[in-house]
Nanobody, 122 residues
Framework: QVQLVESGGGLVQAGGSLRLSCALN????????MAWFRQAPGKEREFVTSIRWSSGTTMYADSVKGRFTISRDNAKKTVYLQMNSLKPEDTSVYYC???????????????WGQGTQVTVSS
């Protein structure tokens, strides 16, 4: 069983930065990917970004391109989400996920983390 543990959420002012981490408890298949999704109250869970574990190829939602960066450290079995120029509309619970690549929709991951709250104040 793969377990994912997120950390790094919190409260930040608009224009600020946060870095989220997602640690795996075991290695995943090289053909798999990792992704970040987010879900605001009353809204559906939406794709933010994903990365292929072996190649490092990334994908981003248009709403975060140029502001968010996903990266991974294979040795530490950890994926990161660097969020810059944060906006109030980025406020959500952010979820880490893992599954066969590519991951672009909430239906695709096989494993999910518990989520971490990110709140951006105006």
């Amino acid at each position: 069983q793969v377990q994912l543990v997120e950390s790094g959420g919190g409260l930040v002012q608009a224009g600020g930065s946060l870095r989220l981490s997602c640690a795996l408890n075991k290695s995943i298949l090289s053909s798999w990917g990792m992704a970040w999704f987010r879900q605001a109250p009353g809204k559906e869970r939406e794709f933010v970004t994903s990365i292929r574990w072996s190649s490092g190829t990334t994908m981003y939602a248009d709403s975060v391109k140029g502001r968010f960066t996903i990266s991974r450290d294979n040795a530490k079995k950890t994926v990161y989400l660097q969020m810059n120029s944060l906006k109030p509309e980025d406020t959500s619970v952010y979820y880490c996920a893992a599954g066969p690549a590519p991951i672009t929709t909430p239906r695709e991951p096989k494993y999910w983390g518990q989520g971490t709250q990110v709140t951006v104040s105006s």
